[in-house]
């Protein structure tokens, strides 16, 4: 019976902790945000039909169905706060949605710049917040709207001028590797890698394709960085260098997807270099790059250690050395 009572004060305990759900709120601020939800859909429904066909048709933009569940995880993380808040509706916010639909319109019949119509789906949703909530709603919840800029496909040309160096650098570095290897020589031509093997001159050449650019594990990557970084409890400066990080380890795994992809052309069978099996090896890079970020993030919390000797209330820290 004890037992049973001590269960049950524990359950309680638990619950109390875990603080109010958000059913808690009732049911007319949710009627409100649908009535809204369902205005500022009707308005951008034809885009963000045409971003969920980007997600399904182009492996690049593949990742953009898990961004607005980040987005949504981001925001339950914060849940405690946001329903201990006071919502207070921003005048400030209704004018920036109306300007948003006015917007719209326009600049698909005027301005047609196909970016502004996703980043305007994007400023939408944040005007929403800011209009029903107020500013302290969206202090609360910025970084879960900002995320879904993830989802949105860069302009073709600003895609392609990125792309270009990094197939171009990748080819390099692939390049020095195969011509490291016994009776193979290979040079690059811009994106293109000649190799002779043996005497024998591999047709067709390598060519690294605007799949092994690195953006898609760039983008996929950056976007998990920024949630590594946001979700644990760092220091600033811990936050810095993982964002920072996310664009070398992406570009280095890029570069060890091309050389293994050419020492299979070479060395093995072409047959394997390509196809599934090329996205298949694509898909490896991704525990590889998730790894690096990782252990470089195991490493900077192992940096300082905590002094369990210090008097209470004093906290040291100390430098210590990392054996490798």
Not at 26 to 49: C, D, K, M, S, T
Not at 105 to 113: M, S
Not at 272 to 285: C, E, F, N, R, S
Request: aromatic share 12%; proline share 6%.
């Amino acid at each position: 019976m004890n037992q049973t009572l001590a269960s049950v004060e524990q359950s309680r305990v638990t619950g109390a902790d875990r603080g109010p759900g958000w059913l808690s709120i009732g049911p007319h601020p949710y009627v409100r945000i649908l009535i809204v939800a369902a205005l500022v859909w009707w308005v951008f429904r034809f885009q963000v039909g045409y971003l969920v066909r980007q997600w399904v048709e182009d492996p690049s933009w593949s990742h953009g169905f898990l961004i607005p569940l980040f987005s949504l995880y981001f925001v339950n993380q914060r849940k405690k706060e946001i329903l201990a808040g006071q919502s207070q509706p921003s005048i400030v916010g209704l004018l920036l949605l109306i300007a948003c639909l006015i917007f719209h319109p326009l600049n698909v019949v005027q301005f047609r710049i196909a970016y502004f119509e996703s980043l305007t789906v994007v400023a939408a949703i944040g005007a929403t917040v800011l209009f029903l909530g107020g500013w302290q709603l969206l202090r609360l919840t910025w970084l879960p709207v900002l995320y879904l800029v993830f989802a949105l496909p860069l302009p073709a040309r600003l895609y392609r001028d990125v792309t270009i160096p990094m197939r171009i650098f990748a080819a390099d570095i692939a390049t020095a590797v195969l011509d490291a290897v016994p009776d193979l020589q290979a040079k690059a031509n811009g994106v293109v890698i000649d190799v002779v093997f043996r005497g024998r001159v591999m047709d067709p050449p390598l060519n690294v394709a605007e799949a092994c650019s690195g953006m898609r594990l760039l983008m996929a990557f950056f976007a998990l960085g920024v949630a590594m970084a946001y979700l644990h409890d760092r220091p600033f400066w811990h936050r810095i260098v993982l964002l920072l990080s996310t664009l070398p380890i992406a570009i280095l795994c890029n570069v060890l997807r091309v050389t293994v992809t050419g020492l299979i052309y070479v060395l093995w069978d072409p047959a394997y270099a390509q196809g599934i099996y090329h996205d298949m090896l694509g898909l490896l890079m991704l525990p590889v790059a998730f790894g690096l970020y990782g252990l470089l993030a195991w490493f900077m919390m192992n940096l300082f250690v905590e002094d369990k000797t210090a008097p209470d209330g004093v906290i040291v820290r100390r430098k210590t050395e990392v054996q490798l």
